[in-house]
């Protein structure tokens, strides 16, 4: 039974910066399976940073240079580095994992967490 648990999400004001972090439990073949999503009310979730094979990292052009994707295997933690907050990006964060690496399906994720920035 895999388990995502996320945290680190608050308020900000614009400028500032969060770290995210999402221990995974349960999960054995989580490296380089692993993202962020987000969704802000009354719009679509969309995949914010996601990490691939041989750990090549991809952002949404919307984030790209602001924040960062990184995993440490040994903690089974995922993060999201956010730096240069803007309002556009409050939303509820989720962490997300695939069950077969090669597939671009996300079969996991986490119950989420709260990021404003005013």
């Known amino acids: 039974h895999v388990q995502l648990v996320e945290s680190g999400g608050g308020s900000v004001q614009a400028g500032g910066s969060l770290r995210l972090s999402c221990v995974a439990s349960?999960?054995?073949?989580?490296?380089?399976?692993m993202g962020w999503f987000r969704q802000a009310p009354g719009k679509e979730r969309e995949r914010v940073a996601h990490i691939v094979a041989n750990g090549v990292t991809l952002y949404a052009e919307s984030v790209k240079g602001r924040f960062t994707i990184s995993q440490d295997i040994a903690k089974n933690t995922l993060y999201l580095q956010m730096n240069s907050l803007k309002p556009e990006d409050t939303a509820t964060y989720y962490c997300?994992?695939?069950?077969?690496?090669?597939?671009?399906?996300?079969?996991?994720y986490g119950q989420g967490t709260q990021v404003t920035v005013s």
């Open positions: 349960g999960y054995t073949n989580s490296r380089n399976c």
């Open positions: 997300a994992g695939r069950q077969y690496c090669y597939k671009a399906v996300y079969d996991y």
